[in-house]
């Protein structure tokens, strides 16, 4: 095919129209290879995705099987075992009482927020308003888009929805303040307010900072008093990744809707849900009884067998606590780096989930490409793969490998890292 200008391409649509990205071949644990023989490691597992590294043999296993006895019913005439056995181990890992099963982050938030509108609806006091914050990001459908300031909601210019915003948590503002903040926007919207959306560790946006301490748990009291539910976006932090099953947990705080995404599916097939408290169940089980929403592919029988594989392998193999022990060596080596290279301003993070903040290299013009991409593509050239922000307000590298990562693996990436670092600073 041939374009406008004459340049032949093909007619495929990427992020990036006509980007010359490596091409995958195949991929062992942490480790990517490409048709030209190059290796990677997967440094940001993916997009945070691959907990349990690629091409694991028990789930490659289960696909196999699976998809010899059954992939596709859809859930309104057919249940499947497998569907059960997920529900039940997450609801056992997680605490929460209900699971809606989807394909994406993006409609698990969706579905989150269409759990709260009906969650009113159904105590016969709707509530149409949501709460989140600005530098945050929550999905690429409509509903999750207007709950942030992601660079990419431009897209959307005036058909975003018009949710309330806010204050900034991300500030350093004192947490008192911002809670009286939260305060007195409750108060202007009485009875409005379904639910407050946010991220515990703001992932794509800012690159893994964590919400102040005190800030959720005074978000939960405020919610309680208010009568609106709390809704966590656990899509990047869930299923272990931080060390816990929830993030949440690390400040002792109960959402009543969490949604899952990402490591779910753990890059084996895509899978995501919206859990719900037994407060929201109840009200609708005992109300209307019935869900309207849905989509397609929901719970289908291959993507729910392997969901349960990978939680099992997840929970079998402790790989939250794992993720806290190899945390600690990982944020050690990255904060070595920091004093090693001044191009690094912060290092912060959780459990194996770590973002650096970047300063662009001395006398450096603004124009030039943002720094998160320029040390992208030289760790790419040095066989490491990191994820930069993109929501538009910082520059920042996310640096999540496999919760499987070995010792040596994580010396490997850290090595590489170090050298892009160099690379970029000398240029
Ligand atoms: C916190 C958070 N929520 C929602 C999403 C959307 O998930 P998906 O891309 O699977 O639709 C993402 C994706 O990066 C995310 O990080």
Not at 37 to 63: E, M, R, T, W
Not at 87 to 111: F, Y
Not at 115 to 134: D, I, K, M, N, T
């Amino acid at each position: 095919m041939t374009s406008l200008t004459g340049a032949a391409h093909s007619g495929l649509i990427q992020n990036k129209i006509g980007a010359k990205l490596p091409v995958v071949e195949r991929a062992e644990g942490v480790w990517l290879y490409d048709s030209e023989g190059k290796d990677y490691i997967d440094g940001c597992s993916g997009a945070v995705v691959a907990n349990l590294g690629h091409s694991h043999p028990h789930i490659v296993d289960v696909i196999r099987k699976q998809s010899a006895k059954v992939t596709f019913v859809h859930r309104g005439a057919f249940a499947s075992s497998s569907m059960y056995r997920l529900a039940d181990r997450l609801s056992n890992a997680t605490g929460m009482a209900g699971v809606w099963l989807v394909n994406s982050g993006s409609e698990a938030v969706e579905a989150a927020i269409q759990f709260a509108l009906q969650y009113f609806v159904e105590l016969g006091r709707p509530r149409p308003r949501f709460l989140s914050h600005r530098r945050s990001y929550h999905g690429n459908t409509l509903g999750a888009l207007s709950l942030s300031g992601h660079a990419r909601r431009a897209v959307l210019g005036e058909l975003a929805l018009d949710f309330n915003v806010l204050p900034d948590p991300y500030s350093g503002a004192p947490v008192d303040e911002l809670l009286a903040q939260v305060r007195a926007e409750l108060e202007r919207t009485p009875g409005q307010v379904a639910g407050i959306v946010f991220e515990p560790l703001s992932g794509a946006t800012l690159g893994c900072v964590p919400l102040p301490d005190g800030y959720l748990q005074g978000l939960r009291a405020l919610a309680d008093e208010f009568g609106t539910l709390l809704i966590a976006d656990e899509v990047m932090t869930g299923l272990g990744r931080t060390g816990r099953m929830l993030a949440c947990d690390h400040w002792g705080v109960r959402p009543d809707i969490a949604a899952l995404g990402k490591g779910l599916g753990a890059g084996y097939t895509p899978i995501a849900a919206a859990l719900v408290s037994g407060r929201v169940l109840d009200a609708i089980a005992s109300g209307s009884g019935s869900i309207r929403g849905g989509h397609t592919y929901g719970g289908n029988p291959l993507s729910v067998a392997v969901a349960d594989a990978v939680l099992e392998l997840t929970l079998n193999l402790g790989l939250a606590d794992t993720a806290l022990v190899k945390g600690e060596w990982l944020s050690d080596a990255l904060r070595q780096l920091a004093e090693k290279h001044p191009m690094i301003v912060d290092v912060r993070g959780c459990g194996l989930m770590w973002g650096v903040d970047l300063a662009r290299p001395g006398g450096e013009s603004a124009a030039a490409a943002p720094i998160g991409e320029r040390l992208r593509q030289a760790a790419l050239a040095h066989g490491l793969v990191i994820y930069p922000t993109t929501g538009g307000f910082n520059d920042a590298c996310i640096i999540a490998p496999p919760l499987t990562i070995t010792e040596d693996e994580l010396q490997h990436l850290v090595d590489r890292l170090d050298a892009a670092l160099t690379e970029v600073e000398s240029a």
